[in-house]
């Protein structure tokens, strides 16, 4: 009987709580039971492009059979007239997305999907805000998990290698476009619009209006991840000091030229020299011409893996990556892989990535406060907020919200910032033609294992925080801008002078030069960690630049022979090892030593802007 | 003079053997875990759990000798930290750590949700609205980092099984904690809260080795954990300990 006691226990309580829920579920749904039937109109939809046209063939069927039941109830439609304002649609057909929403969500209603992303401030709006505002418009239960960017992609490979469905969907960096196409792990978003999910794609979603889809295109043409978010990697720096007159004179009278936007590496080093030496302080405060990370994180890896040897000028011209020599050093033959170091080919441990990585250790040394080398990407992240920091090469836009707060001393009462971001300069190895900086977007992912109803209840999700409805406040929100038609509205003109150039920059072609990593790497969750593992050791002292980037390259090399025996589309073929003097001496990258230094070279703000 | 033979005689072998345990326990990893009710255990007899089972497979088929301690957690940290051949397990695999240990994992995906007390019913969409609410969770808990790195109002404690009691008086609104090891709690301390309110989380636990581990035993050991999910090992043993997701 004793034993029993127990087991009673648990049972009231199971049985309690489940009542309980039963109440709080009915609370919570009554206004939807409660809806009045009315009929919506269905929609024919116009899309140019291909895929629109597509959707437009397979849409029109349903759609024209679809009659919507419902209208949506006050708790719903206050969603639409607060929280999602304000948007480039219309209220009415804002209203008409929801309702499509709610209808094909019927058959997932009381489901539980879980899906997970990093944490930046574009997320935790759809962790908060959004995942509710879903739940209670369609009555499926996301839990939005947030966690560090490394570990989003710790986890994707944990699902893989378990075979254990940890999450329905992630939101992962675009950067693992050249696995994904070659690996097939992933549910293509072009299969899962023209034949999975192709009932419950969103006849407006309007693919052609995403700004990064080529980014998460593969080779073959398939669209494998769906935008959600996107930042780009620029030169931020202090607007107000750079129009000081005084500052001016001051520096064109040592550096010869005049005090602006640096083109080239050698400008920004002369103006790290002249804030962090010449100027020393402003009205007692210690200040630096320049700021970065260095401490032996994953993060580490991010700061030069990240663009920073295209900058440099390391791989070959062409767009987005470099052909055939990208910005990882790769070089590729039709599609394959055929190895990082100059020895095969590769640029990893070429002059001119040498040259990259010796800068950036310089530059950190010498012109950035001693704390940088003990901080990581997010650890660094605020420090420009703080107000005594010039510029800084390497300035990620997802920081905008954090540095638009109200009362920053980076910020004028009015509410417009004090400073800018423009394009970033690039190395003396770089060649009009190349890659110019880094840009990427966190993208919707599905993995093909994952049971179909979760995957098209996360489907669904996907597509509500992607949706026009939501799209132009969630861009207001985290400053990562995924739609051509939020970028071009008029709430966006209006927000230019407060968002410090980030809307000239998406206004620009520049965003078709900066680009995420490429199709050259074929694994990146397996690869990337040799990056941070490599520069940490070059940071700490324990080998030279030169040793460090062969060690990397040498790295790189052997995972890639190690990939040759996967059965893998595109897969790596490795070139045999020959004298490096070989391929200096062929044109483009890898690229001979360039010993003559370049004059550093700067331009006013609207001119820079107009480069663009 | 055979007297200094003898004893020349008995130096050499006192120097090999000395020199040849010195090498086996050179090469012997100690593996440290902590209680952690149901995965590890130690009884008055012997070790047993879940991670008992997975250190014995591992280590067998890397074909290494190892032994295990119990001991706690921020002593076998330290401890791993210190010594070359030294693990510990099962640690929350996060960015923030990465860079200090070389990691064998995962061993172990957990769900941490937010449970209530017995009496109480707090219905959670998102973990946003627990943000008001008094979260309790244990000291050292990754979970607690977690959600202290986003400002929830955590209250800690020394053991997880204290929580159930704060929550029974009410001096905590919700437990976060990892669910099946809350089961075990709650069976221990006799009291049930039922299903959480909300599971709000996942880690990847792994096995953390010192970072001068040498990389051919943690190659072996990585490929022996690769190969217990290849052929089905790792799904056995998680459905026998009901700790499939």
Redesign the interface.
């Known amino acids: 009987m004793q034993k029993l006691i127990p087991l009673l226990n648990t049972s009231i309580v199971i049985i309690t709580k489940v009542l309980l829920r039963v109440v709080v579920s009915v609370t919570l749904s009554t206004a939807v039971v409660a809806t009045t039937v009315s009929a919506v109109e269905p929609q024919i939809f116009d899309k140019a492009d291909p895929q629109g046209k597509l959707l437009v063939n397979s849409q029109l069927d349903h759609t024209q059979q679809d009659t919507y039941e419902q209208q949506l109830n006050p708790q719903q439609l206050q969603w639409l007239k607060s929280e999602f304002q304000p948007s480039t649609l219309s209220l009415a057909e804002q209203k008409k997305e929801m309702l499509w929403f709610q209808h094909k969500a019927q058959a997932f209603k009381g489901m539980e999907i879980r899906v997970v992303s990093e944490r930046i401030n574009t997320h935790q709006y759809e962790a908060n805000v959004l995942a509710k505002a879903f739940f209670d418009i369609t009555g499926i239960h996301v839990i939005h998990e947030l966690t560090n960017e490394d570990d989003v992609i710790k986890k994707f490979s944990a699902q893989l290698m378990t075979g254990q469905r940890l999450y329905d969907a992630y939101i992962s960096d675009s950067d693992l476009i050249g696995s994904h196409f070659r690996q097939q792990h992933v549910m293509s978003i072009t299969d899962l619009i023209n034949h999975h999910a192709k009932d419950f794609t969103l006849p407006t979603l309007d693919l052609s209006d995403f700004i990064g889809l080529a980014f998460t295109t593969g080779p073959d043409g398939k669209i494998y991840q769906l935008p959600d978010q996107q930042f780009a990697n620029l030169y931020w720096y202090r607007s107000d000091w750079f129009a000081n007159s005084d500052y001016q004179k001051r520096f064109e009278s040592k550096y010869g030229y005049p005090l602006g936007i640096p083109q080239n590496w050698q400008a920004y080093e002369d103006i790290a020299n002249f804030f962090t030496n010449d100027i020393g302080e402003i009205a007692g405060t210690k200040v630096y011409g320049h700021m970065d990370y260095a401490k032996s994180d994953p993060s580490l890896g991010w700061r030069i893996s990240d663009a920073w040897l295209s900058m440099a000028g390391v791989g070959d011209k062409g767009l987005p990556n470099g052909l055939p020599v990208d910005e990882w050093g790769i070089r590729v033959e039709d599609c394959r892989p055929v190895g990082a170091s100059v020895e095969r080919g590769g640029a990893l441990n070429s002059p001119a990535a040498i040259y990259a990585i010796e800068k950036y250790k310089e530059w950190l040394i010498k012109y950035a406060p001693p704390e940088a080398k003990q901080l990581t990407f997010s650890e660094s992240g605020d420090w420009a907020a703080k107000g005594n920091i010039a510029q800084q090469i390497f300035w990620y836009t997802a920081f905008v919200p954090d540095y638009t707060k109200k009362g920053l001393s980076v910020m004028n009462n009015d509410g417009t910032p004090k400073w800018r971001v423009a394009p970033s300069p690039v190395g003396k190895y770089w060649q009009k033609g190349m890659k110019s900086g880094y840009q990427d977007t966190g993208a919707w992912t599905f993995l093909n294992h994952t049971p179909e109803e979760n995957q098209i209840a996360a489907w669904l999700y996907a597509q509500f925080v992607v949706s026009k409805t939501v799209s132009l406040k969630k861009t207001l929100v985290g400053a990562t801008p995924i739609r051509q038609s939020d970028i071009a509205s008029d709430i966006m003109t209006e927000q230019a002078p407060y968002l410090g150039g980030l809307v000239e920059f998406y206004r620009s072609h520049a965003r078709d030069v900066w680009t995420p990593t490429g199709t050259n790497v074929p694994d990146y969750p397996g690869m990337a960690g040799y990056w941070w593992q490599a520069i940490s050791r070059i940071i700490e002292g324990e080998l030279s630049v030169t040793d460090g980037m062969n060690a990397l390259a040498a790295q790189i090399d052997q995972h890639l022979i190690r990939l040759q025996d996967q059965d893998l589309i595109c897969g790596p073929k490795v070139n045999k090892q020959v004298k490096p003097s070989i391929w200096l001496n062929k044109p483009g990258s890898p690229k001979q030593l360039m010993p003559e230094e370049v004059k550093g070279k700067t331009l006013p703000f609207e001119e820079a802007i107009n480069a663009w | 003079m055979l007297g200094k033979k003898l004893a020349y005689l008995l130096l050499c072998v006192w120097y090999l053997s000395i020199n040849a345990v010195t090498s086996v326990s050179a090469s012997e990893i100690t593996v440290y875990t902590y209680q952690h009710v149901p995965f590890a255990e130690q009884t008055d007899a012997h070790h047993q759990g879940m991670i008992i089972d997975i250190i014995d497979e591992l280590f067998t088929r890397a074909n290494m000798e190892y032994k295990v301690i119990f001991n706690p957690l921020k002593r076998g940290l330290t401890m791993t930290a210190r010594d070359q051949n030294v693990c510990v397990l099962p640690i929350v ?4 750590i ?2 200090e240990y070389r990691w064998v ?2 061993i172990l ?1 957990s769900r941490y949700g937010l449970f209530s007390a ?2 109480k ?1 707090i ?1 959670l ?5 627990a943000k008001h609410l008094s979260i309790g969770t244990y000291l050292g808990s990754g979970i607690s980092e977690y959600l202290d790195s ?1 400002r929830y109002q955590v209250q800690l404690t020394n053991e997880d099984g204290l929580n159930i009691k704060k929550l029974d008086r009410s001096r905590i609104d919700l437990w976060a904690a990892e669910l099946i090891s809350a089961k075990a709690l709650m ?1 221990q301390s ?6 959480p309110e ?5 880690s ?1 636990r792994a096995m953390a080795c010192n970072e001068a581990l040498d990389v051919s035993k943690h190659q072996a050991l990585v490929n022996a954990l ?1 190969e217990m ?1 290849q052929d089905g090992f ?2 056995k043993i ?1 459905l026998a300990y009901g700790a ?2």
């Open positions: 695999r996060t960015q923030q990465e860079s994992g995962p995906i017995e009496s019913s219905p969409v998102t973990l946003q609205d986003f069976t006799k009291m049930q809260l039922g299903e909300l599971i709000f989380h996942t990847l690769n999910y790792m799904a998680n499939s997701l």
